[in-house]
């Protein structure tokens, strides 16, 4: 069974911290992202990568950098957490775009900053 | 760039009523078609995609969706929901030769006794 994995499904942390949030997936994809979720918002696209140490900005990328080390883990970290960064953050990766391949997700992290 | 509008924000329906989900995109590029569902407290579920071919595009649970170039849209539909239909419904584009998913904002499926 295809995984995608977040290391955490709630998150509570004060402002100022500095925030990891990790994904580990298992299928070898090359492609990975990080998913911001707000109601009424829909997903909107933080950074992704297509390959180990390659990233690029997606539509929402202040505040947050990325590090991608490893092909099966892509880390989303916050610098320096505010409130308005509160919200649910969802990983995803796939090998690409055909009739074969689709894109999985992670459960989702609730990150709450307080 | 390209852009998704989910028309609807909330569905509510009665079970074993029909149901349309209404999604327009746009884009000046071609593009891939995806309907994913949320359940509660979990990530996205892939329903469907057009990816080419045939225009009607049958998925998981007795979906399906038509792409509709000219009017640029991609409808989803059940002839008869289930309670159990109950979720957020995300319509979203890839445009050929890209990498990463651009989603509308969702609409939440309410299927009443």
């Known amino acids: 069974d295809v995984k995608v994995t977040q290391s955490s499904r709630y998150l509570v942390k004060r402002t100022g911290e500095k925030v990891f949030l990790e994904c580990v997936q298992d299928?070898?994809?090359?492609?990975m992202f990080w998913y911001r979720q707000d109601p009424g918002l829909g997903l909107r696209l933080i950074y992704f990568s297509y390959d180990v140490k390659m990233k690029e900005k997606g539509d929402i990328p202040e505040g947050y950098s990325v590090s991608r080390e490893k092909k099966e883990r892509f880390s989303l970290i916050l610098e320096s957490a505010s409130t308005n960064q509160t919200s649910m953050y969802l990983c995803?990766?796939?090998?690409?775009?055909?009739?074969?391949?689709?894109?999985?997700f992670g459960q989702g992290t609730r990150l709450t900053v307080v | 760039a390209q852009s998704v509008t989910q028309l609807d924000s909330q569905v509510p329906v009665f079970e074993e009523a029909p149901v349309e989900l209404r999604c327009n995109y746009s884009?000046?590029?071609?593009?891939?078609l995806f309907w994913y569902v949320q359940y509660p407290n979990q990530g996205l579920q892939l329903l469907l995609k057009y990816l080419s071919g045939s225009t009607l595009v049958k998925g998981i649970n007795g979906f399906e969706a038509e792409f509709n170039k000219s009017q640029t849209s991609f409808h989803l539909r059940k002839p008869s929901v289930h309670i159990s239909d109950t979720a957020e419904y995300f319509c979203?584009?890839?445009?050929?030769?890209?990498?990463?998913?651009?989603f509308g904002s969702g609409t939440r499926l309410q299927v009443q006794p």
């Open positions: 299928m070898d994809h090359e492609n």
């Open positions: 995803a990766s796939t090998s690409g775009w055909d009739k074969n391949t689709e894109a999985f």
């Open positions: 884009s000046s590029v071609s593009v891939y």
């Open positions: 979203a584009v890839v445009p050929t030769g890209r990498r990463a998913l651009t």
